[in-house]
């Protein structure tokens, strides 16, 4: 199985990755490194062949969320480390087979370094930290690789800190940065990195990959997939996890429950109560765990009433605001998985207010459906998407929660 097999839909940036893949894997071979463009200067995807290397030293991944791009990235990652035999006679860089590729995927590989955060932001502190990382030569040869899945969360001065080394990287060292958007990160960072554009997969291709490496039932693949619009995070966790389908199938019953005042305080405060309940159970499974780990390499006796050494109270307070930031995002999350659930039904809501012959990514709840479609308009349905819209960007505002959701709520009754 090729790298490329889980990097769903995506056959043009795939083509492009390969071939830089092989021209990285010539550079190695000829002792070189890739060539740099001026400071400052756009970086463009490199035509499917041509005469210089398609290889380059910073990438930058975008596309809507459950496109694959962190997907890809790591894809691309593990073909810059492939060290198949195959290569010598003629076979592309990525089998997923040799040693190379199975520790880059797996995140084991001593020169592959992939990041990701469940904070709300990635600081200064831990981008030095990668810059230092990233100055390092390559331990096996080949390249020193950073994937940074969240490149979006970075903060002003932690993308300041990155652009440095962006600019004026080490001969042997590979930046891949992944981004929803390309406004998502600072316009410095993006210029010098070469961009590829991910699109949301097929329904049908998200289905037959959860089918294939997942070993899902077809059937429930294929409702995961459509109910998700080809998320394929979100299509694998609809599919293996019954509490998932059960939020899921509360939040489609919203829109039948807020016919009064009463009743929209009622559903908003039910939303904020899952979201913060999902926040409680990851914090119960690693929260006290990390806790624990902490105070025995800071020398605490055993147990959770032992005494911390003099001087060590600094770092469990670290370690508190650590898990209060993650406890945060984790609330945020799970709250605008819901709100994308609610866009999906009042789009279902719209196509068949307008006669379209697209399938309900809702169909288990069509009644439901039907029922919003014939005592409603398409001007108010547009209104209501408006304002889940609106709660979505009112929270990445930093609005209480609690109220921007029920505003949200009011404004689905009013329509």
């Not at 990285?24 to 290397?53: C, H, I």
């Not at 309940?277 to 390499?297: F, I, N, P, Y």
Request: aromatic share 2%; proline share 6%; charged share 25%.
């Amino acid at each position: 199985m090729a790298v490329w097999d889980d990097v769903v839909g995506q056959d043009r940036v795939t083509a492009q990755l390969a071939a830089a893949a092989r021209d990285a894997d010539a550079l190695v071979t000829a002792g070189s490194a890739p060539r740099q463009p001026p400071s400052g200067a756009p970086q463009e995807p490199a035509p499917e062949r041509s005469g210089a290397s398609q290889m380059t030293h910073a990438w930058l991944f975008t596309g809507p969320p459950g496109s694959g791009r962190a997907t890809a990235a790591r894809a691309f990652a593990a073909a810059l480390q492939c060290v198949s035999p195959d290569r010598a006679l003629g076979g592309a860089p990525g089998c997923g087979f040799c040693d190379g590729c199975h520790t880059a995927l797996v995140g084991t590989h001593a020169d592959v370094e992939i990041v990701r955060t469940d904070l709300l932001s990635i600081g200064v502190k831990e981008t030095r930290d990668l810059v230092r990382r990233s100055s390092l030569s390559p331990a096996g040869g080949r390249w020193q690789v950073i994937v940074l899945e969240d490149a979006d969360r970075l903060t002003e001065g932690a993308g300041n800190v990155l652009l440095k080394a962006v600019e004026e990287p080490a001969p042997r060292t590979v930046w891949l940065l992944c981004a929803p958007s390309i406004e998502d990160v600072l316009p410095t960072i993006r210029s010098r990195c070469r961009h590829l554009s991910l699109r949301t997969p097929p329904v049908d291709a998200v289905a037959e990959l959860l089918v294939r490496r997942d070993g899902i039932d077809p059937e429930a693949a294929a409702r995961a997939a459509r109910a998700t619009q080809g998320h394929i995070d979100r299509a694998r966790r609809l599919a293996t996890d019954e509490r998932s389908r059960a939020r899921r199938a509360a939040v489609l019953k919203l829109p039948l429950r807020v016919d009064d005042i009463g009743g929209c305080l009622k559903a908003a405060q039910e939303l904020i109560d899952a979201a913060g309940e999902d926040a409680k159970q990851v914090a119960e499974e690693v929260d006290a765990k990390e806790t624990e780990e902490l105070r025995a390499a800071l020398g605490a006796a055993a147990g959770t009433g032992g005494r911390l050494p003099r001087g060590t109270a600094g770092a469990m307070k670290d370690l508190q605001d650590k898990q209060k930031r993650r406890s945060t995002r984790t609330q945020r999350d799970s709250l605008d998985l819901a709100l994308v659930d609610l866009t999906g039904f009042y789009r279902d809501v719209l196509a068949v207010q307008m006669g379209a012959t697209v399938p309900l990514a809702n169909d288990e709840v069509r009644d439901s459906v039907q029922r919003i479609a014939g005592t409603s308009t398409p001007e108010r349905t547009l209104r209501r998407i408006e304002a889940v819209i609106a709660c979505r960007e009112a929270l990445e505002r930093n609005v209480a929660p609690l109220l921007a959701v029920e505003a949200m709520t009011a404004a689905l009754r009013a329509g």
